[in-house]
């Protein structure tokens, strides 16, 4: 009676591996000073702008006359409209506010978005990778077999490396078997975890190769926030077409400090259909209103008008002060390093930079491993990072670093870095 | 590359038909006074403990000092530990907190409770019954083959009417063939939509069966705050064995107005474990939190603090003042009612009252239809109730009528029924 595909899933959990052994050195040293730039939650606090949004919510809650029960459950028309009027329609796409989805955040809709598909085609990710993608698969049962490297045979890996400038190749798709039409296509722009993007010109590939070849694109948006290169998109809808193939994923978890306030949103557009069996086109869009009006209630009505608060000229201000905050703990981290002589990628266009190990003393070519690394910064730097192949087997050889801690953090760290060269 | 399960559900919500005849009656009569007794949302505050708490934790999300970012996936044990205290502890229930999962509400999580079984498994539901549990069944490839009736053949409906006193009987489990080993077995009482309750004494044949047949109940507690008399249990945790065979949901939707902040909570007890195909015991609890941890990322935490509030003294008292306003709506409804000649079940230790239709004029036996009775109370005295055969087939004959209006409400509906008497 069990779903016996969760007994497939590993036993061991990236972060929580980090966090046993950061436990370990700490029980070893009581006075170590630990720094983490390891998991990648925000430290800054929620703009102004949706704190005063959410005190004045909280009020309304608080009388018969003013109170909200429940919502609706694709999330209220005032934030859905927001949420179009700025991050669509002034970009030039053109969205309906029954396209957009509130939901208590882009994990759950990265998770839950497998429901509305079958189980027996073929999943493509990228690699490294969020490991949400990988597990919710496995546990829906879309994973096929478990090869002897640890991947499965049905969740194709698509290599993003210094080697193909951390950009997916089409030619990494596997043609043999037709098992590409209708296949799921997980991206993620900027990168998570390691801080890269992708041009309008390379995504434009895969848009078009999706609509030749009936894919959907998963196109997961969360770090939309952190780009500063005009070449790089915002959405993907901005590439012709991709209405036709791709579901956007959003969040104002890195937006906007909500990791603790819990809210996201998810655009299937109207003219994504899908074939079913019997001929009839079905639009995607009316199978996740479905799924969401069953299995889901809304998500807090006092987050969405903390969300709809970032859309404000102060909200917008703020917002964009703290992004910049990070992004300057991303920008010394990164030159530091390379000063240093490491060699590290991303932290332009997103909150992650994504470093690769030093070469193995004595060889030219084979370089540390990402615990090897781990457990050196951890111990003679008391820096926590998080090993890059814990994302996938591309992800061997780096360790990501976040940009989401305090400044003096960052200073610190980089002084340490400096001891050891 | 479609779920096509998605395309056998039904296109008709029930909640989407009744709003769409009281907006085309609304359009014909402009000036009606409309009373709505249909969708079960609560209308009071928001207990000012948890405004109060709401507002301090706003605050803290202001300072970086005080910032909570992403929060454990199981909820905080500030909660949990206020829920094992109060809720179960107190009524002698042994409970460790690591049994508690905090949610955004039980509609999530009895919807997604079915990602940790498989989809060859039969469910019960008792019938009358809330529609999430038939349409995530279906939605997830579990409801077998659609019977002419429209009911599905995996899933099994256990009649509760006047005629066997609403409590869900064993002898109507099919023994046929053998399909009862691992069944999911729904109940939910205080019951939606019946507004009936169970004995222990009920409720401890169905543990009883459960254990000899391995088989899980989900128990749906989420009107547990509105029971008044002593027999009725307020967890199945309160009969022996339960923990080894049932999973409980719990909400704060009803219990303290959340509808529209958003939390609930799930027991999956440590000793509830089932055997897998290759003999070993799998811990469900371990199970669901896996899943939780890769599909949900905890509930706000602003949320969280107004919930731990209501554990407080003026917290409970709070409550307990709310609850009391509904249930003296429920009292003067059904009482009134009756005096009227009315058949009416429930409400008194719940927030429905569930209502038999009238004799067809002239018949001794058949009664008008729910839809029916439907239209006569919107046309005739501008109410609107929920018709119970929307609820299942067993619901025909009955409507619903909630508890959850302005006392005010409730005076004017029972001077219109009045008049027609």
């Not at 007994?7 to 990236?14: C, K, M, P």
């Not at 299995?295 to 000229?313: L, M, V």
Request: glycine share 8%; with cysteine.
């Amino acid at each position: 009676m069990l779903n016996e595909n969760f007994l497939r899933l590993s036993q061991n959990y990236l972060f929580s591996d980090i966090a046993r052994r950061v436990r370990e050195y700490k029980e070893e040293n009581p006075s170590a000073r630990i720094i983490s730039l390891g998991i990648g939650d925000v430290t800054q606090p929620l703009p102004q702008a949706s704190i005063d949004a959410m005190h004045r919510a909280v009020d309304e809650m608080a009388s018969a006359d003013t109170f909200r029960g429940y919502g609706p459950e694709q999330g209220y028309a005032f934030l859905r409209q927001a949420i179009v009027d700025n991050d669509f329609t002034a970009r030039g796409i053109d969205l309906d506010i029954d396209e957009v989805f509130i939901s208590d955040g882009a994990k759950s809709d990265c998770g839950n978005i497998g429901d509305i598909f079958s189980t027996d085609v073929t999943v493509y990710v990228t690699d490294p990778v969020y490991p949400v993608y990988v597990d919710s698969n496995v546990m829906s049962g879309r994973s096929g077999e478990k090869l002897p490297d640890g991947t499965w045979s049905h969740i194709r890996l698509l290599p993003v490396t210094a080697e193909n400038g951390f950009v997916p190749q089409l030619s990494d798709l596997n043609t043999a078997d037709g098992e590409l039409e209708g296949a799921l296509i997980y991206l993620c722009y900027p990168n998570n975890p390691t801080g890269t993007v992708i041009s309008r010109d390379e995504l434009k590939k895969w848009v078009d190769y999706a609509l030749e070849h009936s894919c959907v694109i998963f196109y997961d948006a969360a770090y939309e926030a952190y780009i500063r290169h005009d070449d790089v998109p915002h959405s993907i809808y901005e590439i012709p077409g991709a209405k036709r193939c791709a579901i956007e994923f959003h969040s104002f978890s890195k937006t906007a400090g909500f990791t603790g306030v819990r809210c996201g949103y998810t655009i299937v557009p109207k003219a994504l259909t899908v074939t079913a069996s019997d001929g009839t086109e079905v639009h995607l869009r009316d199978l996740w209103n479905r799924r969401q009006c069953t299995k889901f209630n809304g998500t807090s009505y006092i987050t969405q008008r903390a969300a709809e608060a970032i859309y404000t000229p102060e909200g917008k201000a703020q917002v964009r002060r703290t992004v910049d905050y990070y992004m300057q703990n991303a920008t010394f981290l990164r030159e530091n390093l390379q000063c240093l002589g490491y060699t590290v990628f991303g932290g332009e266009d997103a909150p992650y930079v994504w470093l690769q190990t030093p070469l193995r003393e004595g060889s030219t070519t084979e370089r540390i491993s990402s615990w090897e690394f781990f457990d050196h910064l951890l111990r003679d730097l008391n820096i926590v990072a998080t090993p890059g192949v814990g994302f996938g087997p591309s992800g061997e050889g780096y360790i990501r670093l976040t940009a989401f801690g305090r400044r003096e953090d960052y200073e610190e760290a980089i002084r340490r870095f400096e001891m050891i060269k």
